[in-house]
């Protein structure tokens, strides 16, 4: 199944996220990458956008000890390798950004491991990385959304897993029962 339908159904429905479980890990790995990316590239507009803006003004560095005279002459003296700095700035936050992701995704496994059992799915720690994977989806793009938007929520790092855990119980009480 391609990538932008496993996206999509994986926005509105708990009983495709709970089928994709049979997916490959690789497959799963390629879909977390490219929804990283599909949700850095607003995150990455906004931050190129403060930093091209004109209209910042550096006087508010002076409570800090920073003279905005100097902060502007070193700024104009980076213009040539400006855009590798923001290279290497995006790639940096994409690879935190999906090492978070990933690492969450197998914490939450492990978290729905024993409520899998408890609603009597028997499921391998694989097939529930792989669910998991996909239960982030929501969050990822609400979050985003949220960011662009310039709303903030308190704690949102813990609401994302609070929902992604949800979304992913939901989805094992879509999986049949075993005879």
């Known amino acids: 199944m391609k990538l932008h339908i496993r996206f999509v159904k994986s926005l509105w429905s708990f009983k495709s996220i709970a089928n994709f479980r049979f997916l490959g890990v690789g497959s799963t790995i390629m879909y977390v990458l490219l929804l990283t990316l599909l949700c850095m590239i607003p995150v990455f507009s906004l931050f190129l956008v403060s930093l091209m803006s004109k ?38 936050m994409y690879v935190l950004f999906s090492g978070i992701l990933f690492s969450g995704a197998s914490i939450l496994a492990a978290f729905v491991l024993p409520v899998a059992k408890l609603l009597k799915r028997r499921q391998s720690y694989r097939h529930l990385w792989v669910l998991s994977c996909y239960s982030i989806t929501i969050p990822s793009v609400l979050l985003t959304v949220l960011f662009f938007v310039n709303v903030h929520i308190p704690y949102s790092f813990l609401w994302f897993w609070v929902l992604a855990f949800l979304i992913c119980v939901l989805s094992i009480t879509k999986i049949p029962r075993k005879k």
Not at 71 to 78: D, R
Not at 79 to 91: K, R
């Open 55 to 92: 209209n910042n003004p550096l006087n508010n560095f002076e409570s800090y000890g920073l003279n905005p005279d100097q902060m502007q002459n070193f700024a104009s003296t980076l213009d040539g390798v400006f855009p590798i700095i923001v290279a290497v700035i995006y790639i940096v």
